[in-house]
């Protein structure tokens, strides 16, 4: 069997003593999806950093794995659905047990969905207001099925706003030739706007020296 461990973040705020603690069950394992990465803290600042947005908000994270940014979106007030690929069922229980280490099992939704798919779940999700993705722009391959995925989401929402962080590993890859195909478009959000420059986010030490970004997509008008 993989090992588990519990990894904590911790939020803080500058101007008071006020703080959130998240315990993230981790798995030692070749499944990329059931430990942290470096986008998720930097997500997770950004959500924490919009706290006062996002009270009462209903948001889904997608491909959401260790689901740092949706249980902190959840101990904020949020109205959260977390999920991850069908296919993928450790990944969909380890959100399971991120939300019992965290004490939200019955405040939080966890739905498979499995990008470029149009199950049953993603139809009926009801409203949204957030769409929550950490390093989801992995595998190129899966680029434009998450792109469709948004894309419907955002037909159902024209509000809503996909707040999403990537990881560059490459100059070559993109996603705006997508973006414009599926009438979308992205705008890019300094880290230092939201304190999210930090080499060591919330206590951990992610995410290190790599080079992170962060995008808000939305639908054009």
Known sequence: MSATSL?????????????????????LDKNYGLY??????????YVWKNRDRIKGRNILELGAGTSLPG??????????????????????DNCQKACAANNLESSIRVIGLTWGQFSPDLVQIGPLDVILGSDCFYNSKDFEDIIVTVSYLLDKNPQCEFWTTYQERSSDRTILPLLEKWNMYSRSIPLKDFDGANRNLAGSTLPGDHTIHMLVIRKKQ
């Open 7 to 27: 990894r904590r973040f911790e939020f803080k705020c500058d101007y008071d003593l006020g703080s959130i603690t998240i315990c993230i069950p981790e798995v």
């Open 36 to 45: 942290v990465w470096p986008c998720a803290p930097v997500l997770a600042q």
């Open 71 to 92: 249980i902190l979106a959840a101990k904020l007030g949020a109205i959260v659905t977390l999920s991850d690929a069908l296919h993928l069922p450790r990944c969909i």
